[in-house]
């Protein structure tokens, strides 16, 4: 009788190979579990030199992070922010919290990311800044963008939630736009459970956006609250995982590399799949390694995901873009966006982690291969 475990493989798993439960219990022996403590201190000041951007200004998600970024710009009723149509919804939603409206463009077929090409005609009159998110793990083309938005005197926000680590004509993705944003929730190559960081070099941006987090008490004159603020603040147990996690965050993007090179030696010959943007001026991080199907393959990509999770495969689709959503799609009538609505309806992630193991690798290629072939 066959008694062994079922093969189980997720599409994303954290890999705590560090310090991290050592500062975790110095936290819990010191009594310091909540928003203060040394380790939110530690842990802002070493991603600041990470990134070699002075202000690191941690909070307790991503999506606060764009939200406290949008408030630093005073963000009002009847602005337009330019999102790319194909991303996670936590690019779009803080555009709204604001009051503000998104304005939604497709992505390049090359870097999955927003298309410089196509911002230039959804401006207005009412566009306050543009948000680039590196989808993926894959920088967006920022060159373009960022002259765009110095000839046309807007912001650009970078949301790096899914490229830590990634760069672009050798700068590091999050240091060219005028505030960037990260998320660490637990699928993320980086990881603090939840949790948030912005980084800028404007220490007027960083001095706000601190003040937001912190129910706009201000930091001079405790219990005094000089505008309306948030209570957005990461625990000094979440940024000792985080500093734990940083001080290894080339072994886990090394481990990522490693992993996408082994699925694009043994995919590359395979016509039914498209693979991930990896283009030669950029670096992608893979934070998931991402395949299209292609016209050569006969089955839709929800049955190859059905029959992958029949052999106990974890895949997630590509993400639903904005302009389809119920509450954007009357904000994207009579328009079109036909690279983002191919690649979402026909993207697949496949399972990347660090400690994803090498025989469970070659299993999620062999079976992959064999489903999209049948």
């Given at each position: 009788?066959?008694?062994?475990k ?28 909540s ?28 999506t ?22 194909l ?8 555009v709204?919290?604001c009051?503000?409206?998104p ?20 401006i207005?009159?009412?566009?306050k ?18 002259k ?13 939630a ?13 240091t ?11 699928n993320k190559?980086i ?21 937001f987090?912190?129910?706009g008490?201000?930091?001079?004159r405790r ?29 886990h ?122």
């Amino acid at each position: 009788m066959n008694t062994a475990k079922p093969r189980k493989i997720p599409v994303a798993a954290p890999a705590l190979v560090g310090r991290e439960k050592e500062y975790v219990m110095d936290c819990m022996d010191t009594n310091w579990i909540s928003s203060n403590g040394k380790y939110i201190d530690q842990f802002e000041q070493a991603f600041a030199a990470y990134t070699g951007v002075p202000h690191a200004i941690s909070c307790c998600n991503g999506t606060v992070a764009i939200h406290l970024a949008l408030l630093a710009f005073d963000l009002k009723p009847g602005d337009e922010v330019i999102v790319p149509t194909l991303t996670y919804v936590a690019s779009a939603n803080p555009v709204v919290y604001c009051g503000a409206t998104p304005v939604f463009v497709d992505v390049d077929p090359t870097t999955w990311c927003i298309d410089p090409a196509r911002i230039a005609e959804k401006i207005t009159p009412r566009t306050k800044g543009i948000i680039a998110v590196h989808l993926y793990g894959h920088p967006a083309d920022m060159d373009p963008i960022m002259k765009m938005a110095a000839e046309r005197k807007l912001f650009v926000i970078e949301d790096v939630a899914e490229a830590h680590g990634a760069t672009y004509k050798g700068r590091m993705a999050g240091t060219l736009g005028d505030i960037a944003t990260f998320s660490f929730f637990g699928n993320k190559i980086i990881t603090t459970g939840e949790g948030g960081m912005m980084i800028t070099r404007n220490p007027e941006l960083a001095q706000k956006m601190r003040l937001f987090k912190g129910q706009g008490m201000d930091p001079n004159r405790r219990f005094w609250f000089p505008i309306t603020g948030y209570n957005y603040r990461m625990t000094n147990i979440e940024a000792a995982i985080g500093l734990a996690q940083l001080e290894k965050i080339e072994w886990h993007i090394s481990r990522r590399k490693e992993i996408a090179a082994v699925y694009t030696r043994q995919l590359s010959g395979c016509r039914e799949l498209a693979l991930p943007p990896n283009c030669e001026w950029a670096s992608n991080v893979f934070w998931l390694y991402s395949v299209v199907l292609t016209e050569h393959c006969t089955l839709t990509r929800d049955e190859v995901m059905a029959k992958l999770a029949a052999v106990g495969i974890e895949t997630r689709p590509f993400f639903y873009p904005m302009h389809i959503l119920p509450m954007f799609s009357d904000l994207a009538k009579g328009q079109t966006f036909p690279v983002s609505d191919h690649l979402s309806s026909r993207g697949i992630n496949l399972p990347t982690f660090a400690n994803l193991q090498a025989e469970d690798l070659d299993y999620v290629i062999a079976q992959l291969l064999k489903i999209v072939r049948s």
